[in-house]
């Protein structure tokens, strides 16, 4: 294959290789297969199986020399691509820190309430924050509230019984142990601004 | 000075040749002055030698979009009076990390050459340059009449940097330093601040997670009286922003810290009535942990906002869908995934007047394809949405993780003027989601149809063709983006040969190989810079077109060992400096 430049040379692509410059020592001979995409190290993904249209992105090791199949889709060649999806360093961390929190299968807490005779299980994840979570308490205990102010309390991962509300809601459900409707004047302690 | 004069040639009965530069120099300084684009003054510069003299004495601000194109030196001949320096460094793919650490763009030897020539400069706005500390302490101290420091994506500096800044910059109006990478040792250089310091009219520390003294912050508020743009960190509770804003009503951007509150669980009336005297605020980002009981009280301040920047806020569609309609006048809007296809439906009904639209995903490197918590981000039903609800439409970022021919076709067909197109479908290779063939059609939509476009960003399982698209109707287009892409070299060459104001050009993972590369060859003294990673692109080609094209530097990054003839990363750029004297063992000029 030639390619014609504008000062009328003819570079004959395919004869640059044999007259190659390396940066390394001479005699290092590798077997070159014309159609690679040698993977300079960089961990890729392989694409989705899509018989029909096969990516070019073959992977090779530079120790064997072989090709995988780029309709590998098992989880393992799902690995992550350096830089992909382009999302910058600084957002990445943000969403580090939201993952953090965000527990898969549910955050089942227990839900006492003074004077009920039973208990309830909430999933902490179902709610986006305090107010939800304030307004189905509510509905979830309304037949037994007699009309007197409650105040919802939660025991933390150190014991200790807190005010629900206090903290940014992220930081509650990840150190919300289980959780006690306490009649307002009991809660009188609790409340920070008393 | 004496003035000049220019014999007029005026051949009468022929065609009439007039001298331009009639007046003294003095006055046409004067008049070049109040041209500001810098696109404009190179034009100007260009007519003559008396226009070129007048242009270098007259111009203020300078802006550089590669550093290594020019040197400083170079720089402080031409022009010997400027104020304000914009400097941009690395490739745009260091965003993604793939430029290695310690490839170079450091300020520092810029710096040394303006404390001489220009002892009077007063901005420095710096992008994708490394800053250490000791070349912010040599800034401080050096320019006494220094006044705005704007650092974006930058690295190289912790927090005593900036406390230099705070310390010695007795005039400075700004201090922005988003989306840098700073080593956070703490909040103290805020205090360093002098109570006799008043002129602050910008400050973002937005991207800082350490706590700064809240006593110093508020007390440096109250005294800025000047005050417009203030973006706090996630440090800053609402009940500290709360008093914030009672100190500073007129402010017109807002980074607000953690938006949820160490109360009991009712919303905050005096918050509602701090975010009630804001009554000039355009711009309102930050909005971290945001709490949906307190959204509400935002709305006050929501009536004039034309940007909002919810970027960081894992709102659900409903949240959104109550909070638009307090936001009229809004022209830009960034939102997270997690609103979903019905978030941009709310969108759609409500932001007539939206003309730029970013959505970033919440979860952008889940394995799985179904984030956690069961939401799917955004589809094409989101985007079609949007598309016919906000007809001005001229700027979109849009991730998602599926995408069809179609729905591009009829975004485009109900907004035609696009000037900014990047869509990222995150699976990598993925096709059409319904009929699987490849994304050819959606990009050959896009460019047929906008024939303003500017800057366009493809994803998706592409063939040449899309490329061939391209070169054949994107003939405004200055900015490409291309990632695991195309079949062969016809697509590149496609795309040199075909778009005329091609400027950046940065490609990923193709397979393009030495033919494309060398198809470019009259080309990229045009261009800004050209980057090539991990495509087919050898060594020997790289040195090929170094020896067609001296004024270009073409330069290979070599990490590893493993095979001498490819050039895994390729970076080619014009330049009057020459090759860079200060690169590191990795970066090899051909």
Redesign the interface.
Known sequence: MEVRTRYGDDIDIDNLKATELRLGPPGTGEEVIPTQVVSRGNKRALPEDSTEYECEYKRSSSETASVESCLDTSPAAKAQVVGWPPIRSYRKKSFEAIKEVDQKGGLYVKVSMDGAPYLRKIDLNVYQGYEELRLALEDMFKCFSIGELYAIAYEDKDGDLMLVGDVPWRMFISSCKRMRIMKGCEARGLSSNS | MASKKKKEAIDEGKSMEIRVSLFPDEVLERVLGFVKSHKDRSSVSLVCKDWYTAERWSRTHVFIGNCYSVSPEIVARRFPNIRSVTLKGKPR?S????VPPNWGADIHSWLVVFASAYPFLEELRLKRMTVTDESLDFLARSFTGFKALSLV?CDGFSTDGLASIASYCRNLTELDIQ?S?IDDLGGSWLSYFPESFTSLETLNFA?LNSEVNFDALEKLVSRCKSLKVLKVNRSITLEQLRRLLMRAPQLVELGTG?F??????RADAELEAAFNNCKSLHTLSGL??V???YLPALYPACTNLIFLNL??A?L?ST?LAKLLPNCPLLRRLWVLDTVEDKGLEAVASNCHFLEELRV??????D?EGIP??GGTGVTEFGFVAVSKGCPNLRYVLY?CRQMTNVAVATVVRNCPNFTHFRL?I??????DHIT?D?MDEAFGAVVKTCKKLRRLAVSG?L?DRTFEYIGTYAKNLETL?V??AG?SDRGMQSVLEGCPKLRKLEI??C?F???AL??G??RYESMRSLWMS???V????C??LAR?MPRLNVEVI?????????A?KVYVYRSVAGPRRDAPPFV?TM
């Open positions: 793919f965003d993604f990390n793939l994506s989306e990478g991207n953690s949820s509150q160490d109360h009991l669980l971290w942990e709490s949906s009981m970027s960081y894992t659900q949240e970033f995903p919440a979860d952008p490197f394995q956690e918590g991730f990222c995150m699976n990598m290779c993925e096709p699987k490849p399982l063939t983006s990632a695991f079949r990923r993972d397979p190989g030495n033919s060398l198809s060859l009259d991990a495509c087919k050898t060594i020997n080609g040195r090929l067609r070599k990490e590893d060992d493993n095979d001498d003839t490819q895994e090899i």
